[in-house]
T-cell receptor, first 115, second 115 residues
Framework: GAGVSQSPRYKVAKRGQDVALRCDPISGHVSLFWYQQALGQGPEFLTYFQNEAQLDKSGLPSDRFFAERPEGSVSTLKIQRTQQEDSAVYLC?????????????FGQGTRLTVV | AQSVTQLGSHVSVSEGALVLLRCNYSSSVPPYLFWYVQYPNQGLQLLLKYTTGATLVKGINGFEAEFKKSETSFHLTKPSAHMSDAAEYFCAVTEFTGGGNKLTFGTGTQLKVEL
């Protein structure tokens, strides 16, 4: 596609429910990132993939968070047993390479509200 | 670890006035610096970036920023504000971990443009 696509755009989950957030990166982009943006804050890094390999997951806040990119394109961020503090916008970004000066293109995000 | 500080969570200017959004960074290695803009319910869009070379960087929509190593700053400016510039602006620094160019963001500055 022309840009990074994320679905769903909005998700309301009951506390304790599992959720799955999808990211379709720009075709051919090697690098894929997930960020979490709490209300009134800047995005914070969660995890990074280079093709199908998850090279950095240092930002995942707990073992309830899990991300995968099995075929090196589409990625899914899964949150198990959601808690209220998980409420945030989850942003996906992709870039052509993992080089430091390469622009990352962001999707519109998924707004997760845990009630 | 690298960090970014954005001074002023809210800035208000009159249409046609100078826009100045402040950003200071902390880095132990030469940084790559970015400014992103976020419109309501949208993802992040790259305004401009500094990697190497000329310290005055020009971006889209008439914005520019100057990298000042001695002041560890990367302030964003625009000579004449337009109503369409109202948005949230994020300064970011790249932290290259050897496994990708993840971004560390500031907390953002909300720009309001008044008639």
């Amino acid at each position: 596609g022309a840009g990074v696509s994320q679905s769903p755009r909005y998700k309301v989950a009951k506390r304790g429910q599992d959720v799955a957030l999808r990211c379709d990166p720009i075709s051919g982009h090697v690098s894929l990132f997930w960020y979490q943006q709490a209300l009134g804050q800047g995005p914070e890094f969660l995890t990074y993939f280079q093709n199908e390999a998850q090279l950095d997951k240092s930002g995942l806040p707990s073992d309830r968070f899990f991300a995968e990119r099995p075929e090196g394109s589409v990625s899914t961020l899964k949150i198990q047993r959601t808690q209220q503090e998980d409420s945030a916008v989850y942003l996906c970004a992709s870039s052509f390479t993992g080089e430091t000066n390469t622009e990352a293109f962001f999707g519109q995000g998924t707004r997760l509200t845990v009630v | 670890a690298q960090s970014v500080t954005q001074l002023g969570s809210h800035v208000s200017v009159s249409e046609g006035a100078l826009v100045l959004l402040r950003c200071n960074y902390s880095s132990s290695v030469p940084p790559y610096l970015f400014w992103y803009v976020q419109y309501p319910n949208q993802g992040l869009q790259l305004l401009l970036k500094y990697t190497t070379g000329a310290t005055l960087v020009k971006g889209i929509n008439g914005f520019e920023a100057e990298f000042k190593k001695s002041e560890t700053s990367f302030h964003l400016t625009k000579p004449s504000a337009h109503m369409s510039d109202a948005a949230e602006y994020f300064c970011a620094v790249t932290e290259f971990t050897g496994g990708g160019n993840k971004l560390t963001f500031g907390t953002g500055t909300q720009l309001k443009v008044e008639l």
